[in-house]
């Protein structure tokens, strides 16, 4: 067999392990308040899509691309692209609707998941490639990456986290492949386009790019030629990304069309402008700029499993060592492209006035790179035992040996938390029971309510009314939909501010605990007239998300 | 896992552009990734790094395999369930270490459960005639252990601790004189409430409360309220001017004094242009104290009045709540006589 289709295999493998991973557990997450809105947002797309051809033969293609019919059928959720949407869309009508294969939630989910598989497949390439061509530092750059809870919760979402973290990691592949095939760097501006129609992040990514080039490529041509060489090096998959990646993007949200300085500066706006939602950090809560310089390193170091991060943390230190280093110690090209990707992200958020909130998701497209180092790492680390022990040749062992070690607690991370992972904190942290006494945010996106779905099904009154606290109307009725909870229990919820005229109508609460709403628990007691739980869902002693009922209901 | 080249070796692999096949027009970057391992790492980096790796392991390893061990499971609460069914009395109450971990709450039956960090520092270690502790010094980075310690200090343990599972359960009293002998805020129903000034009138006794006739906001009534995110029980006391809002208490059992605390409700606590709220303490028509709340100053204010030459008996209590300027003088406030 060709190394090429040993590759290929190893690809696809990979990366139907990990789809088949995320079908296999992805009913234990619930509905994030995210996903809510880009179910909803997915159904309103995708019937324009697959109206066109229906457009085109009654003679009404005009009328279907003009701006009154894209306003109606693009005008929820603006704030970001559709690319996702549109296909959590379509997969859910063709598994979930046509086909009847997936549950509803899981026709949105099922191409997040498809992008997570790619990831997968990516992370085995470039590991191989960052290891001077070893497989087994493939299979550990995605093995480390997904064993960090945090990212196997997203990859299952119907969100646009895991999904960018995929295309960008497909930038930066097509881009390292695209310095030695045309090809590679035609498709690098595809990669970018599809990258900018996920999310908001790919517009700052290409400066990781800019400083590879800056770091690899520009000062020997400096040195040989000065601006004219300069001007050689550039790197030509620049002029596709520049050219096809906004065309890409342009071309794939119609609601852009006919009014497009107005509409991709409204796209913008919003995110220069994005609230900074109040978010728990020992023992802060963080409402305002200026944000710790600390806080990404900080959550990073609390809730990536301890052995992982420690490889993380060695893998890039030896590369930061590597980037002032000289002749055969100075970081290649491909690493620094790697280091570079892999910081970017953790140094954007960790910038004191961007919004702070989100937890690890909003640098989770750093995070692969950091695997890849840290799989080298790894590998790096077995060698060098074999070689104090004075076997060499037992390296393969060594190396197997240490991986299970490694990825041992991280597996025994993911099985503890299960489908709460946005709640994860590592060995370091002490868990959940940790994060409490840190003062950390456990939760922020309503999902852990599904831990609590199963009491009021069994013990809420016919046609209960239940605050259900964070939890959106779009979610709600994702689980009544899904079948996981009783479809006569009945929804409110006061979010914010006064919730007591909420409340009045409700007989039960389901709270969900933030530090941010710790008013609104006392707001149920003074409403409900006690302050006993009647059932609570607790991660290692913490509480998650408590029930409260108004006595006599 | 195949290996393909041994650590330490450079890579024999060939550029992308070869892979691929294609002719490359341009010069490729300089990407002679070293081999896994690399033979450039320094050596003792390497040691470094395997110590560190190792240690993590096992750190890891052992907090996994002691983890069940530290977390109670629901038989060790029903355990303690049984325990205080049996043993507690009405008027106790039960308080968490540390103070996050309030699973008791389901397990409770009506006893009152405090869950407040640092509780040997805080009024309400003192507020019940005998405190339950249920603490959880095993717990992952839990402070129970020190708290306990420092608990002891302020209370009396009369029994335990008493092991079920990881659950520790022990039983605390105020020390001699600061039993608490009256709840003014459990206690409203038997006041009386008005407001004074030259044209005082009474408030209206409805469920829960008093009504007072300035407009809704204008009761008296105990609910919870969150101050430095934590929860507190205490009378909504709206002043509604300089004339006083006036809570008078009859027979009131005191012995040493008065302790409790007071608070600005959420954004008004933090209004620095606001006006300061006074709450006045009169015992037998004699003032007592007056604590002010200045302006902008959020949380929660202990205040502890030690009354020595008090008889010991019953006595008329008042305590009045006044400002300059109402205005967004969301005011509530907790007592305790001892």
Redesign the interface.
Known sequence: MSE?RKDLLYCLGLAALTFVAMVATERAIGFTRDESFYFFAADQYTPWYLGILDALFHGRLLEHFSDANLQRAFWYNTEHPVLMKVLFGLSHRLFTVGLGWLRPAAGYRAPAWAVSGLVSALLYLVGK?????????G??AALLFWLYPHDFYHGHLACFDMPITGMWLLVVYAY??G??????AIFSGVAYGLALATKLNAFFYPAALLAHWAF??AP?AWREGRWKALG??L??QWAYMATLGPAIFFLHWPYLWPHPIERIGSYLGFHANHVNYPWAYLHQ?LREPPFPLAYVFVVTALTV???I???MA?GTL?AL??LF?RG??RL????ALLLFNGLLPLLLISWPTVPHFGGMKHWMPGLPYLCVLA???????????A??RRH?EL??RV??A??A??L??AL??CI?IGGYGESFY??????E??A???GMQRQFWSNNVSGVLDWLNHNAPPNAVVDFHEVTQGSYVAYREDGMLRPDIRFTTCGGGDTMPCLRSAGLAAYQYM?EF??Q???I??AFGT??????H?L????DITIYRRPGY | ?????????????P??????G?P??????????????????P?A???I??V??LA??L???V??LR?PGR??TEQDYLAVQHELLAKAHPGDGIAAL?F????I??F?H?LP?VALPQLADDGEAERYARLWVLA?PD?????AAAELEALGHRLARVEGPERFGPLSLSLYEPQPGRAPAYDFTERLADAQVSIGGDDPVDCEAVQGGFQCPRGPWNYVRP????FD???RRCLWAHPVGPEPLRLHFSQVPLRGGLRGGFGLI?EAAELRQAAPVSLGVFVDGAETAELTLEPGDPGWHEFDLGLPGLAAGAHEVELDVATPNPGMRHFCFDAVGY
């Open positions: 090429r490639e960052a290891a001077g061509g070893r497989r087994d530092a299979v550990l390292w492949r310095f030695g095939s045309r090809r590679w690899s490529i020997a050689r090096t790197p030509r809560l499993p301890l052995p991060f420690v490889l060695t030896r060592g590597r280093g055969e110690r290649d090209s491909l690493h799989a080298e790492a790894l590998v790096g680390v077995a060698a060098f035992l070689r104090w060499p390296e393969q190396l197997t240490l991986s070690l490694v041992l607690p025994l991370g503890h590592n060995e370091l942290a002490g868990g029971a940790g409490a006494t840190l530090q710790r008013d628990e006392y707001q007691w003074n302050n006993e739980p009647v059932h609570a607790f290692d002693e913490a509480p | 896992m195949s290996k393909q080249g041994a650590a330490g070796e450079p890579s024999p692999r550029s992308p552009a070869r892979a691929e294609e490359d027009e341009r010069p490729a970057p300089p990407d002679a990734a070293p081999a896994a391992g690399g033979a450039t790492r050596q980096f390497a040691g790094e395997a560190v790796l993590a392991v750190f890891a390893l907090y996994w983890l977390l109670p540390p996050w971990a309030d699973r709450k389901l409770s009506g459960v959880q717990l992952p980075r839990s402070e609910e919870w309220h969150e995110f934590l929860p959420g």
